[in-house]
């Protein structure tokens, strides 16, 4: 058995990766939101939000994404209590490419 070890490692990598990679959809979403919010929110699976009071687009969390009005409101013009958020609308293609992206990217809860 230990001599299949490395072989069923290099396959457990290679699947996870390949698991996790963003679809077509998805990489147009991050585009475009990349465009419309990275100049406050950290928009991928990494890095900070440049603006202190903008949370990370990977911490959203369930109750925002697995909101059944979460992709209509996207449609209709999202917007924030923030005063200075501007309002976004996206037709329905992009906006269940959003929804894709940002469940994809989503940080794993840390147990309490």
Not at 42 to 57: D, H, I, M, Y
Request: proline share 5%.
């Amino acid at each position: 058995m230990n001599r299949f070890a490395p072989a069923l490692l290099a396959v457990g990598v290679l699947w996870s990766s390949v698991s996790q990679a963003l679809d077509l959809e998805q990489r147009r979403a991050e585009a475009l939101l990349q465009q419309m919010c990275a100049r406050c929110h950290a928009v991928g699976k990494t890095g900070t939000s440049r603006n202190e009071l903008a949370p990370p687009f990977r911490t959203l969390g369930e109750n925002k994404l697995y909101d059944p009005d979460f992709m209509e409101r996207l449609q209709e013009g999202y917007s924030s209590i923030h005063r200075f958020m501007p309002t976004f609308r996206f037709g329905r293609d992009d906006a269940a490419a959003v929804v894709s992206y940002l469940r994809a990217i989503q940080e794993l809860r840390k147990p309490k």
